[in-house]
C-alpha cells in the first residue's frame, strides 16, 4: 500500500504504538508549598482557605475552619498583623500581592456574626496543663492543647486577658469588642482562665497536680536608658502610657496627661503608637526622635505612614542629649560606613512638655529564675527546638524566647508548644516538620492570569483620627473579599484548570475523580507542554528512569 506523505503507519495504528518509549524526560504532577505559607509564622494552610472562600458564602465556614486549624484569632490577626505572607506572595510580581490578610479579617468578622464555635471532639485525656500568661501565645497554645483533650488552665497577672494585644496594641487598631469575643470563644471552649493571678513558683504550680507548663509571659517592661535630665524634666515609658490608658491605675483618675507637645524616643512600632497615642490625647505637636534614618528604622512601613498621616513629625539621625522641664536637647547623628550611629557634636533644643522613651521592651523572666535547668541569653529564655526549656516539662514561648516579637509569632509559638506539649505528655517523639519545596514565581505561567488589581481596605481620613481611639481600617464588603480570594494564584498546586488535558498532543493526561489527573507514560513522549502551559507551576520535568 502507498502512504501518503509523512505517514509512516496506517491510519488507526498509532495506539498500537507505544511512543512513551522515546522519552528522556517525563513530567509528573508536584504539590509544591506556597510562600504565602511559606511566609505564615502561624503556619496557616493560606491557599486551602483562599481556595474555600473564593466558593462564595457557602464556603466561608469552611475556609474560616481552615484558619482556625491554626490560628485561632483571624479577627484580631486581620488587624494587626504585618502580613509576612503578602510580602511573599508571588502576585506581587505580576500586579499587587493577594490581600490575604483582608479576606481573614472578613472571614474572622463573618464568624462573629454568625456566632461559629469551635466544638471540642476528642475524649479527655486526664492530663492537666498550666498556661502562664493569657496572652496571644499563651491563648493560642491554651485553644490546641483544648482540642487535644488536655484540661487547660491559663493563669495572667493582669485584669483582663489578651496581655500585649489589650496592653501594647492601641484600640485604634484594635477594637476591644473584637478582641474580647475571640477570647470568650477560647473560654467557652472549657479553658480555665484565672485573672489577677501572677504565678510566683512555677515548680510550686506543677506540684500542684499540673503535668506541664507553658510560660508565656509578654514584653511588659520597658527598657529604660540613661539620659542626663533636670529634676523637673518628665520621662515617661511607652509600654506604661500605652497600658495606662487600657487599664488606668486606681490612683488615676483617665489616660495619662501628656502635654501639648509630646517627644518619643525610638524608631520601632512602639514608638509610632505612643506618638500616635499623644496626638489622641490632645497633644498638638508629637515628634519621633531616632538616631538613624527611614531606611533603618524597624517600625513597619504602615506605621510609620500612618503616623506622618497624623501629623507626627519625625526627626531621623537624631538622639536626646539632655532633658529638662519643657526642653530637650537633641545631637545630631551621622551613620558611618557600617550604617552604625556616630555623634556629630552639633545640638539643638527641642521644645517638649514630656519624653516618652520607646526602647524596646523586656520580658518578666522572674517566674522561671531559679528553676533547675532554665538557662537566660540576653534577656530571654533558652528553648530547644520543641519550645521546652532545660526543665522537663517546661515549655517557653512567645516574647520570653529568641524570636521576632509579634501577634502572629507569638501565636504561633503556643501551636507549636501545644502540639510539642503534647507529644511530651504521649511519651511520642517531637512531631516532624515536613514541607514541601516552596514554589518560586518563575515556576508559574502567569499569561492565563487575568490583571486584577488589589484591592483597597478603607480608611478615616487623618482629620477625622485624631481625636478619637476610633478604629482606623476598615474591612472589606463580601463582594470585595470574594474578589480578592480570586485574585489568588494557586502558586505550586494544581487547581484542575484543565490546561494539561487540552494541551497535550499525545492524549496522555487522563482526568481522574476529584479534579486531579495522571499521565500515561505508555504514550507520554515528554515534550514538556504540560508543564509550560501549567498556569501554577505544579507539574515538574524530571529525568526518565534508566
Same mark, same amino acid.
Request: proline share 6%; hydrophobic share 40%.
Given at each position: 500500500?502507498?502512504?501518503?506523505?509523512?505517514?509512516?503507519?496506517?491510519?488507526?495504528?498509532?495506539?498500537?504504538?507505544?511512543?512513551?518509549?522515546?522519552?528522556?524526560?517525563?513530567?509528573?504532577?508536584?504539590?509544591?508549598?506556597?510562600?504565602?505559607?511559606?511566609?505564615?509564622?502561624?503556619?496557616?494552610?493560606?491557599?486551602?482557605?483562599?481556595?474555600?472562600?473564593?466558593?462564595?458564602?457557602?464556603?466561608?465556614?469552611?475556609?474560616?475552619?481552615?484558619?482556625?486549624?491554626?490560628?485561632?484569632?483571624?479577627?484580631?490577626?486581620?488587624?494587626?498583623?504585618?502580613?509576612?505572607?503578602?510580602?511573599?506572595?508571588?502576585?506581587?510580581?505580576?500586579?499587587?500581592?493577594?490581600?490575604?490578610?483582608?479576606?481573614?479579617?472578613?472571614?474572622?468578622?463573618?464568624?462573629?456574626?454568625?456566632?461559629?464555635?469551635?466544638?471540642?471532639?476528642?475524649?479527655?485525656?486526664?492530663?492537666?496543663?498550666?498556661?502562664?500568661?493569657?496572652?496571644?501565645?499563651?491563648?493560642?497554645?491554651?485553644?490546641?492543647?483544648?482540642?487535644?483533650?488536655?484540661?487547660?488552665?491559663?493563669?495572667?497577672?493582669?485584669? /483582663?486577658?489578651?496581655?500585649?494585644?489589650?496592653?501594647?496594641?492601641?484600640?485604634?487598631?484594635?477594637?476591644?469588642?473584637?478582641?474580647?469575643?475571640?477570647?470568650?470563644?477560647?473560654?467557652?471552649?472549657?479553658?480555665?482562665?484565672?485573672?489577677?493571678?501572677?504565678?510566683?513558683?512555677?515548680?510550686?504550680?506543677?506540684?500542684?497536680?499540673?503535668?506541664?507548663?507553658?510560660?508565656?509571659?509578654?514584653?511588659?517592661?520597658?527598657?529604660?536608658?540613661?539620659?542626663?535630665?533636670?529634676?523637673?524634666?518628665?520621662?515617661?515609658?511607652?509600654?506604661?502610657?500605652?497600658?495606662?490608658?487600657?487599664?488606668?491605675?486606681?490612683?488615676?483618675?483617665?489616660?495619662?496627661?501628656?502635654?501639648?507637645?509630646?517627644?518619643?524616643?525610638?524608631?520601632?512600632?512602639?514608638?509610632?503608637?505612643?506618638?500616635?497615642?499623644?496626638?489622641?490625647?490632645?497633644?498638638?505637636? /508629637?515628634?519621633?526622635?531616632?538616631?538613624?534614618?527611614?531606611?533603618?528604622?524597624?517600625?513597619?512601613?504602615?506605621?510609620?505612614?500612618?503616623?506622618?498621616?497624623?501629623?507626627?513629625?519625625?526627626?531621623?539621625?537624631?538622639?536626646?542629649?539632655?532633658?529638662?522641664?519643657?526642653?530637650?536637647?537633641?545631637?545630631?547623628?551621622?551613620?558611618?560606613?557600617?550604617?552604625?550611629?556616630?555623634?556629630?557634636?552639633?545640638?539643638?533644643?527641642?521644645?517638649?512638655?514630656?519624653?516618652?522613651?520607646?526602647?524596646?521592651?523586656?520580658?518578666?523572666?522572674?517566674?522561671?529564675?531559679?528553676?533547675?535547668?532554665?538557662?537566660?541569653?540576653?534577656?530571654?529564655?533558652?528553648?530547644?527546638?520543641?519550645?521546652?526549656?532545660?526543665?522537663?516539662?517546661?515549655?517557653?514561648?512567645?516574647?520570653?524566647?529568641?524570636?521576632?516579637?509579634?501577634?502572629?509569632?507569638?501565636?504561633?509559638?503556643?501551636?507549636?508548644?501545644?502540639?510539642?506539649?503534647?507529644?511530651?505528655?504521649?511519651?511520642?517523639?517531637?512531631?516532624?516538620?515536613?514541607?514541601?519545596?516552596?514554589?518560586?514565581?518563575?515556576?508559574?505561567?502567569?499569561?492565563?492570569?487575568?490583571?486584577?488589581?488589589?484591592?483597597?481596605?478603607?480608611?478615616?481620613?487623618?482629620?477625622?483620627?485624631?481625636?478619637?481611639?476610633?478604629?482606623?481600617?476598615?474591612?472589606?464588603?463580601?463582594?470585595?473579599?470574594?474578589?480578592?480570594?480570586?485574585?489568588?494564584?494557586?502558586?505550586?498546586?494544581?487547581?484542575?484548570?484543565?490546561?494539561?488535558?487540552?494541551?497535550?498532543?499525545?492524549?496522555?493526561?487522563?482526568?481522574?475523580?476529584?479534579?486531579?489527573?495522571?499521565?500515561?507514560?505508555?504514550?507520554?513522549?515528554?515534550?514538556?507542554?504540560?508543564?509550560?502551559?501549567?498556569?501554577?507551576? /505544579?507539574?515538574?520535568?524530571?529525568?526518565?528512569?534508566?
Amino acid at each position: 500500500m502507498r502512504k501518503p506523505f509523512a505517514i509512516t503507519l496506517d491510519v488507526g495504528s498509532s495506539r498500537a504504538n507505544h511512543t512513551g518509549a522515546w522519552r528522556t524526560e517525563r513530567p509528573v504532577y508536584v504539590d509544591r508549598l506556597p510562600p504565602c505559607n511559606h511566609a505564615c509564622p502561624a503556619g496557616e494552610n493560606i491557599q486551602q482557605w483562599l481556595y474555600d472562600a473564593e466558593e462564595g458564602p457557602a464556603r466561608y465556614e469552611a475556609a474560616w475552619r481552615q484558619i482556625m486549624r491554626d490560628n485561632p484569632f483571624p479577627a484580631i490577626m486581620g488587624r494587626v498583623c504585618y502580613r509576612p505572607c503578602e510580602t511573599a506572595c508571588n502576585r506581587a510580581q505580576l500586579d499587587s500581592a493577594v490581600g490575604i490578610n483582608s479576606v481573614e479579617r472578613f472571614l474572622g468578622d463573618e464568624s462573629l456574626r454568625r456566632g461559629w464555635t469551635v466544638p471540642v471532639t476528642v475524649s479527655p485525656t486526664g492530663k492537666k496543663v498550666l498556661v502562664v500568661g493569657a496572652g496571644p501565645s499563651g491563648l493560642s497554645a491554651a485553644y490546641h492543647l483544648t482540642l487535644l483533650g488536655h484540661a487547660v488552665t491559663v493563669k495572667d497577672a493582669g485584669a /483582663a486577658p489578651g496581655g500585649m494585644m489589650r496592653y501594647g496594641i492601641p484600640k485604634y487598631r484594635l477594637p476591644r469588642d473584637i478582641l474580647d469575643a475571640e477570647v470568650s470563644r477560647i473560654r467557652d471552649m472549657g479553658v480555665t482562665l484565672e485573672l489577677n493571678s501572677k504565678v510566683i513558683d512555677i515548680r510550686a504550680e506543677l506540684r500542684s497536680g499540673f503535668d506541664a507548663a507553658f510560660v508565656a509571659v509578654g514584653a511588659h517592661i520597658g527598657r529604660r536608658a540613661y539620659i542626663p535630665a533636670g529634676d523637673s524634666a518628665r520621662i515617661l515609658d511607652a509600654v506604661s502610657v500605652l497600658r495606662d490608658i487600657e487599664n488606668p491605675l486606681p490612683s488615676k483618675t483617665g489616660p495619662p496627661l501628656l502635654g501639648r507637645r509630646v517627644a518619643v524616643y525610638g524608631g520601632g512600632n512602639t514608638a509610632m503608637d505612643a506618638a500616635r497615642t499623644a496626638r489622641r490625647l490632645g497633644a498638638s505637636e /508629637a515628634v519621633v526622635v531616632y538616631r538613624r534614618t527611614r531606611e533603618k528604622m524597624p517600625a513597619h512601613d504602615i506605621e510609620v505612614e500612618e503616623a506622618l498621616e497624623e501629623g507626627v513629625t519625625m526627626r531621623w539621625l537624631s538622639t536626646v542629649a539632655h532633658a529638662e522641664a519643657g526642653t530637650l536637647t537633641i545631637e545630631k547623628m551621622k551613620l558611618d560606613e557600617t550604617g552604625f550611629p556616630q555623634p556629630t557634636g552639633e545640638f539643638e533644643e527641642l521644645a517638649a512638655d514630656c519624653l516618652v522613651l520607646a526602647l524596646g521592651q523586656n520580658a518578666d523572666l522572674s517566674v522561671l529564675e531559679g528553676v533547675p535547668g532554665v538557662r537566660f541569653s540576653d534577656g530571654v529564655v533558652e528553648v530547644g527546638p520543641d519550645l521546652m526549656t532545660g526543665h522537663a516539662g517546661i515549655f517557653a514561648g512567645g516574647d520570653m524566647v529568641p524570636s521576632e516579637r509579634t501577634v502572629t509569632v507569638a501565636i504561633g509559638h503556643g501551636k507549636k508548644a501545644a502540639r510539642h506539649i503534647d507529644a511530651w505528655l504521649r511519651g511520642q517523639g517531637s512531631p516532624a516538620a515536613d514541607r514541601h519545596a516552596p514554589v518560586p514565581f518563575g515556576a508559574l505561567n502567569t499569561w492565563y492570569y487575568a490583571d486584577a488589581p488589589g484591592s483597597v481596605r478603607p480608611r478615616l481620613e487623618a482629620a477625622r483620627r485624631i481625636g478619637t481611639f476610633d478604629e482606623v481600617t476598615g474591612g472589606l464588603d463580601e463582594s470585595t473579599a470574594l474578589f480578592e480570594a480570586r485574585r489568588c494564584m494557586s502558586c505550586g498546586n494544581c487547581f484542575g484548570c484543565d490546561n494539561c488535558y487540552g494541551v497535550c498532543p499525545d492524549n496522555a493526561v487522563i482526568k481522574l475523580a476529584g479534579g486531579r489527573y495522571e499521565i500515561d507514560y505508555d504514550y507520554c513522549k515528554g515534550c514538556g507542554l504540560c508543564a509550560a502551559e501549567c498556569p501554577c507551576g /505544579a507539574i515538574e520535568m524530571i529525568p526518565e528512569p534508566s
